[in-house]
């Protein structure tokens, strides 16, 4: 401790003129939330003398040394990295790392969870362009808990060490506010109350982004049968994304990411079947190594399932939302541990200013994607998380009743639209009907607390022949929370789904 108070009495100043030749790495700032108990925060940064000392400081408090190392990632500048002692107190704390070559600060750090929240435009949509912004903006002061992180938009073909750009850690203000993720924040405010611990929240988005640009080599690999689709336009080239905006991160240990995209990789939906869960398992997988083991291999990975837009064209929304949660089962992505969902679809906003394929209403896809990671992320026992969930198709007469999994909710119908059945001539039992056509459109004849009736008489007239049944299989199969089916109690609906019968 008098070490560092001598480096800080003769040091500080150097600091303050910005010359000392030791620094934090540009993630870490004034105002910052680092993961706290029952993991280890992780602190790096950069220093010049290979094997010089550097001293670590929490509330001047000597907590841990280190060592200066080679940057494996080359160049001239060393880098140093600890781990804190897992922190059950929430700060405010200084913290400060001292070596021969100087000091240099964070103030005002807290100890919480930290999200990263990633994607494209529907992430990076800004809090002052959603419904009742003002309202939103000027209330923002009170959660002075929650600090944002906004980063800047940067691409690099190669695998960054640190961000291209300074940014900063900011407190939420209606200045701060403004310009960052609705989604992110939402979800941060509405998690608050009930984890009673601050909150981190780190928002790397870019519009218009394909997943592909957000995976790593490793990534991408894993689905290399089915080839990668390369945009021309800057930033969709593979990996240069991942590369500056989400690698730098990975030392930092972190509490868990949610995600929105997936509107740019509609046309392929096929392979984003196969490119999302790679994804999802090489972040995980690459935060839990950089982090020295720190941030959770399986951390909880939640995600927006694609908004409804307009029907104008057939962009793939509907099959890339299958690839999103189908392809593993009825449950979201059960395949992979610890993902959740918001469903979005009966949550258009079909005249936004920002086109329709910009939803104003953040407020209802946060609270969902909240609502799921209680669950599955805080692992809160008893919430009925998700919708009405089908778990037995039953064809007799002309009729196919459908049953549903819908926790401890009975089911709510609010519509009859959005089922149609695959009808065809063809005698193979496994046909699939094309996305587009002989689908036609089936009326429910009645319904329980738990189980629907669809009334197939009129497959007669297309072949008589039912290959499958699917619902709300359009870009925007509804008006505002109208769709067919829902929870009667979490107001949630059912997902889309589709069943080969
Ligand atoms: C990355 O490589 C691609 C293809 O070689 C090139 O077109 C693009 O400009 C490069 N991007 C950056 C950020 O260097
Ligand atoms: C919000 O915080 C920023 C950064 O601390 C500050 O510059 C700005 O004046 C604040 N805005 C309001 C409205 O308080
Ligand atoms: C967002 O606004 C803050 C405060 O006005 C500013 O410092 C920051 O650079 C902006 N960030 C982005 C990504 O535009
Ligand atoms: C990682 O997360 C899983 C799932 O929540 C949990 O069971 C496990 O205990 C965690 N591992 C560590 C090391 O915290
Ligand atoms: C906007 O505020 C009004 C009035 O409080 C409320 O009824 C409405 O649900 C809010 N809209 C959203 C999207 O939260
Ligand atoms: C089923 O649909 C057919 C025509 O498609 C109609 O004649 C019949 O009345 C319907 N049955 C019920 C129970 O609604
Ligand atoms: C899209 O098409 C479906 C099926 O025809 C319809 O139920 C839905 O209302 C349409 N959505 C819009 C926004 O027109």
């Known amino acids: 401790m008098w070490t560092i108070l001598a480096v800080c009495l003769y040091f500080c100043r150097t600091d303050v003129d910005g010359a000392s030749g030791i620094s934090f790495a540009r993630s870490y700032g004034n105002h910052m939330v680092l993961q706290g108990a029952p993991n280890r925060a992780v602190l790096w940064g950069f220093a010049h003398k290979i094997g010089d000392i550097v001293h670590v400081s929490l509330d001047n408090n000597e907590i841990t040394t280190t060592t200066v190392i080679a940057n494996p990632h080359g160049g001239s ?5 600890v781990k804190l002692p897992a922190q059950n107190s929430k700060g405010p704390f200084v913290i400060h790392v001292s070596s021969s070559e100087g000091l240099a600060s964070i103030y005002d750090v807290l100890f919480g969870d930290v999200w990263f929240c990633s994607g494209q435009s529907n992430m990076g949509f800004s809090m002052n362009h959603v419904f009742n912004h003002t309202e939103e903006l000027n209330e923002a002061a009170k959660y002075s808990e929650i600090r944002i992180f906004n980063t800047k938009r940067y691409t690099s073909n190669t695998s960054l060490t640190d961000l291209s750009q300074a940014s900063h ?15 992110c924040w939402l979800y941060g405010k509405y998690l608050y109350p009930h984890i009673h611990r601050p909150i981190g929240l780190i928002e790397s988005a870019w519009g218009g982004t ?25 930033p969709n080239h593979p990996s240069v994304l991942w590369n500056a905006m989400v690698s730098p991160f990975l030392p930092m240990t972190i509490y868990g990411v949610i995600w929105y995209q997936g509107e740019s990789n509609a046309p392929h939906a096929d392979k984003y079947a196969c490119q999302f869960p790679a994804m999802i398992t090489d972040w995980r997988h690459k935060f839990h190594q950089a982090s020295n ?6 951390f909880p990975f ?13 962009r793939g929304f509907p ?8 392809n593993y089962g009825y449950v979201p992505n059960a395949q992979l541990p610890n993902v959740f969902m918001s469903v979005a679809m009966d949550l258009p ?38 919708g009405p969930i089908p778990t037995k198709f039953t064809l007799h007469g002309s009729s196919l009743t459908i049953e549903f999994n819908q926790g401890n909710s009975p089911i709510e119908v609010r519509s009859d639209s959005g089922f149609e059945m695959c009808c065809t001539y063809y005698t193979d039992p496994n046909y699939q009907c094309p996305t587009t056509s002989e689908w036609y459109v089936v009326h429910m004849t009645s319904h329980s607390s738990s189980s629907i009736a669809l009334n197939i008489t009129s497959c007669t007239d297309h072949g008589n022949r039912i290959r499958g049944v699917r619902y709300a299989w359009h870009e925007g199969p509804c008006q505002v929370k109208h769709c067919a089916i829902y929870g009667r109690d979490n107001d949630l609906p059912a997902p889309p789904f589709k069943h080969h019968i």
């Open 293 to 298: 083991g720190e941030t959770n291999e399986t």
């Open 302 to 314: 939640g995600f927006v399932q694609l908004a409804g837009n307009g029907n104008d064209t057939n």
């Open 210 to 234: 394909i997943i592909e640009a957000w995976s790593s080599h490793d990534a991408l690999a894993k689905c290399t049968s089915t080839g990668n689709r390369v945009n021309r336009a800057t």
């Open 77 to 81: 500048s060393g880098i140093w990295k």
């Open 169 to 183: 850690w900011y407190l939420p203000n209606s200045t701060t506010l403004g310009n960052f993720s609705a989604v």
């Open 349 to 386: 906003d079909f005249h936004s200013p920002y086109g329709s394929v910009h939803p104003r209403d953040k407020q209802d896809v946060a609270s969902r994607l909240v609502l799921a990671a209680r669950a599955v992320a805080y692992g809160e026992n008893g919430l009925d998380f998700q």
């Open 319 to 326: 099959d890339l939302r299958w690839a999103q949660t189908a």
